[in-house]
């Protein structure tokens, strides 16, 4: 057997803990430089946001913020995977806790939904604003498709043990099943992004109708 190390050993040298602090300080800027960003979005909308408006937010040089970002698509991609991961973060865990595919298809339409009701600028960033912008469209269409297949992944799984105890309609396809489940919380989304405020929830029902559908022709 090897000799334990000692203290010292074990210790992170003056350089590595010199480029650890450099690390978090880069890393803080950067998130108060995006918070600065994602006001002036949200004040000024995609067309008129620039990077002079960024840096004076931000209280930053152009030089300072040119470190970290090389142009405004580049920030507006930032604030868009940054609300693309949380949507992931929420929805996954709705999906999880669902113990089977079947109630995972629901519990992602409503997971979905309600993380955006709560969050309607994280969507227009995401899904209004970024498309608009030809560099950040790309840019996030590489970050959105590995993200979301973790999901789409696990709740195919359920479904597939689904299928396996005879709960699932034999022609039923798990990974269709799982699009279909993405693509009815988002149009629920953009209907309820256009009511009033007050008429929110008028998404419930027809987001009640939705899922049950969705389950009577998954279902044997």
């Known amino acids: 057997m090897g000799q334990p190390r000692t203290f010292a050993e074990s ?9 650890a602090r450099k690390s978090r300080r880069q890393d803080n800027r950067r998130q108060q430089i995006l918070r600065a960003a994602r ?4 004040a000024s909308g995609p067309e008129a946001f620039t990077m002079e408006q960024v840096a004076r937010a931000a209280d930053a040089s152009k030089a300072a913020l040119y470190y970290y ?4 698509e580049e920030v507006v991609a930032a604030l868009a995977i940054e609300a693309l991961r949380r949507e992931v973060e929420a929805v996954s865990a709705a999906v999880i806790a669902a113990e089977r595919g ?3 298809l629901a519990a992602l339409i409503r997971g979905r939904v309600e993380h955006y009701l709560a969050d309607p600028d994280a ?8 498309p608009t912008l030809g560099a950040t469209q790309r840019l996030v269409l590489a970050e959105i498709l590995p993200l979301t297949a973790v999901v789409s992944q696990s709740l195919e799984a359920k479904l597939q043990r689904d299928r396996k105890a005879g709960l699932l309609h034999p022609d039923a ?3 269709r099943l799982a699009q279909v489940a993405w693509l009815t919380s988002h149009g629920l989304l953009s209907y309820a992004m256009n009511q009033p405020h007050p008429e929110r929830g008028a998404w419930r029902p027809l987001c009640d109708e939705a899922c049950a559908a969705l389950l009577r022709g998954a279902s044997r």
Do not use: M
């Open 11 to 19: 210790e992170p040298s003056p350089e590595a803990r010199r480029l």
């Open 39 to 42: 006001e002036v979005l949200l």
């Open 69 to 72: 970002f090389q142009a405004k």
């Open 102 to 104: 079947i109630d995972g």
């Open 123 to 130: 969507f227009r960033i995401l899904y209004t604003w970024a």
């Open 173 to 175: 396809n798990p990974a």
